[in-house]
């Protein structure tokens, strides 16, 4: 080989550095950055797929939709009872209401009975004295 193709070939290969430094290594700079940037740096979480997390998430927002309708149901449920036993407990003050009166009302009636047989019977006995009395002077 002959020195002009030794220096073509230098010349050569310092074009393609210098072509590689001013491209290349730009460029694999920003390959490493993109490379960084997409790497997954989750590997070792406990959801590393994003994916898997949504639906662990959705799954439990699920269950816990399912809990809260059974919970609504079940508080309806004591709704219910409660309105029967408040119902329940209305009519037992009204019938005790009404017990009361019927008792207050016997309770009249029979003083009203006693203070008459007691008049009707101190009547008789003043009958009784004012005959005998009259048989024996």
Do not use: C
Not at 57 to 73: C, K, N, P, S
């Amino acid at each position: 080989m002959t020195d002009s193709v030794w220096v073509e070939l230098i010349k050569q290969a310092g074009a393609t550095l210098v072509v590689l430094v001013t491209v290349g290594l730009p460029l694999y700079v920003k390959v490493r950055r993109i490379d960084k940037q997409t790497t997954n740096g989750h590997a070792e979480a406990e959801f590393p797929n994003m994916r898997e997390q949504q639906d662990a998430q959705l799954a439990l927002g699920r269950q816990t939709h399912d809990q809260v309708l059974a919970l609504t149901e079940i508080v309806a449920g004591h709704d219910r009872r409660m309105e029967r036993i408040e119902r329940q407990t209305r009519d037992l003050r009204d019938t005790d209401d009404a017990t009361d009166e019927t008792l207050d009302r016997q309770r009249l009636d029979h003083a009203r009975a006693l203070a008459r047989a007691v008049a009707d019977r101190e009547t008789a006995l003043r009958t009784l004295e004012a005959r005998f009395e009259r048989r024996v002077p």
